[in-house]
């Protein structure tokens, strides 16, 4: 990703992305130290981050390619992490119940890679499913570090994520092109862009 290319803008969604982009290598350092509780609030913060830059982004018309672009390498840097995180912290919980997770992981990947090799770059589509499923997620951890966990929400989430996947693949199927903040399947066939 070059940002000088693509017309940084110094924002305060773009900044709020750029955040959560640098703080991936300390979140992984706090994995690695097995300071769990450190982690669950630096994570919390990341997740707040993402909930307000798309939502001050939207609000105040400052929606630009380049944070479209920030903000889905921060997405991806913050499921690495929740992966590293659940590998490190909640291990044992999740080793009888890896189904979900691996068919989840395998769908995501599958979207990202297929988009990087059409597109050259991840997707930054934005969809209302993917958005939906970050909450969704973003609950899920939440519960998980400081409740336990939930075999049945987990499996909801998961199979939650399996979805909005799948969307996905089927935009970067039928797009010649990338498009940012698309939305959804709905709302991308209805302005015939294809």
């Not at 982690?39 to 982004?57: H, K, P």
């Not at 009888?96 to 059409?118: E, G, H």
């Not at 909801?156 to 990338?178: Q, R, T």
Request: aromatic share 22%; with cysteine; charged share 10%.
């Amino acid at each position: 990703m070059n940002i000088g290319s693509k017309g940084f803008k110094w924002n305060v969604p773009n900044i709020l992305s750029l955040y959560r982009l640098c703080s991936f290598p300390i979140l992984l350092i706090v994995i690695f130290s097995h300071h769990q509780t450190l982690f669950v609030w630096l994570f919390a913060i990341n997740l707040i981050t993402d909930i307000l830059d798309g939502f001050i982004a939207r609000k105040f018309n400052m929606q630009t390619e380049i944070g479209a672009m920030l903000d889905s390498y921060a997405d991806l840097g913050s499921v690495i992490l929740a992966v590293i995180a659940i590998y490190i912290f909640k291990w044992n919980e999740f080793s009888d119940n890896l189904t979900p997770f691996i068919i989840y992981m395998i769908f995501y990947f599958f979207s990202v890679f297929y988009a990087f090799l059409k597109f050259r770059e991840i997707p930054a589509f934005h969809l209302y499913s993917f958005k939906f499923m970050g909450y969704l997620q973003g609950t899920f951890l939440f519960v998980l570090f400081v409740f336990g966990f939930y075999k049945l929400f987990y499996s909801i989430v998961m199979y939650a994520g399996v979805l909005a996947c799948i969307e996905e693949i089927v935009l970067i199927y039928l797009l010649p092109k990338p498009i940012h903040n698309i939305k959804s399947i709905y709302w991308f066939l209805k302005s015939k862009q294809i």
